[in-house]
């Protein structure tokens, strides 16, 4: 017969305490008092010694189980292909740390919170964007005593988001631009509907000022219009019209684009643009689009460790968000203006 592994076989093994093992293997709080080290190594020891968490009796004392709520609309996680790439990250890290993952419908909270904590679950992940969405969900966490992290937008209270930051992914693209020799640069924006817009609005700002450059409100948009828009800005005297613009997304930069070849400008000679997505269009556009690339997986990675309270290296902002950064794709929409004067004085 098999003798059963215990707590006090895997304390010795370890080299720790037993009540540090129980902590560990519970997720007690009070293993956050341990180093990040000696946690795993009581983990490595439960492993390779064969150890098997009773969840249930672990429920029974605790009150919790080893099982993250995740709060969304089901028809954005089939549509959006950042969500489902947050979700992969999600998964992966609560996997590799032995936690489950049970997904509730943010169209009803009082009653998917009531699931919650028929559930025992004591930690939520909310992928709303919707504010009042946001807010409720953040008053039932405080009501419950639950553990709650969203990913998006920024936090709300003490409840932190993980977000891309969205501010200096516009202003990088702005000195990207300035360092290929464009001073006259434009922003493609939509109505500030959500705080991510706001933030790359407010990027573009810094850009501007950090590059030294002028900003004309002429070659600002902040309309669904995208196509209309490009077309009145371009429509200014070639002397006074953006040479290159920010867009919002890759599908704002592409209607842009569009507009521009059907005002007959060539592409990026009269007409650069940089995106934001590093969606499939994005590479089949007429010119593909230089972009950036948003890192969803390590976001839902990163969501996972705060909400079990864990310290990761970076600290939050002013909006209490963690912000994750993207990495920019270079295509062939950005027309380098500073080439262009080093070949002109090479053939004089």
């Keep these: ?34 180093s990040l080290k000696t946690r795993q190594r009581i983990l490595d020891a439960a492993e390779k010694m064969g150890y098997i968490c009773n969840q ?46 049970k997904v509730f419908s943010e169209y009803d909270l009082d009653s998917a919170f009531r699931s919650i904590m028929q559930n025992r679950i004591g930690k939520v992940i909310s992928m709303s964007l919707d504010l009042s969405s946001r807010e409720k969900t953040a008053a039932l966490a405080e009501k419950y005593s639950l553990d709650l992290v969203y990913a998006y ?27 290929h020799g464009h001073s006259r640069i ?15 609005h407010n990027g573009y700002l810094k850009g501007m000022a950090e590059s030294g450059l002028k900003v004309d409100p002429r070659w600002i948009s902040t309309t669904d ?30 209607k842009a684009q569009r507009q521009a070849w059907k005002m007959k400008l060539r592409i ?38 705060l909400v079990l309270r864990e310290k990761p290296e970076i600290s939050p902002d002013e909006f209490n968000v963690y912000h994750t950064h993207a990495e920019i794709i270079e295509r062939e929409s950005v027309f380098n203006i500073n080439n262009q004067h080093i070949k002109r004085r090479g053939s004089t």
């Design 268 to 305: 990026p000679e009269d007409f650069s643009v940089v995106g934001v997505g590093d969606t499939d269009g994005s590479r089949l556009a007429i010119v593909p689009v230089t972009t950036f690339r948003e890192t969803h997986f390590e976001a839902g990675k990163l969501l996972v460790r």
């Design 225 to 254: 219009e995208i196509e209309q828009a490009v077309g009145r800005i371009l429509a200014l005297p070639k002397k006074e019209r953006p040479t290159a613009f920010v867009a919002l997304s890759d599908s704002v930069a592409m």
């Design 1 to 34: 017969m098999v003798k059963k592994v215990t707590i006090y076989d895997i304390s010795e093994a370890a080299g720790v305490s037993a009540c540090s093992v129980s902590w560990v293997l519970r997720d007690h709080p009070r293993s956050r008092n341990l």
């Design 56 to 101: 249930l009796a672990s429920a029974t004392s605790t009150g919790q189980v080893n099982t993250i709520a995740v709060l969304l609309k089901f028809d954005e996680l089939r549509s959006l292909v950042p969500m489902n790439q947050i979700m992969s990250g999600i998964m992966l890290e609560t996997a590799e740390r032995k936690f489950g993952v």
């Design 153 to 179: 937008e920024h936090g709300h209270g003490r409840f932190p988001a993980v977000n891309t930051d969205n501010a200096e992914m516009t202003s990088t693209a702005v000195r990207y631009l300035a360092a």
């Design 186 to 200: 434009g922003l493609l924006c939509v109505p500030h509907r959500w705080f991510y817009i706001e933030d790359r």
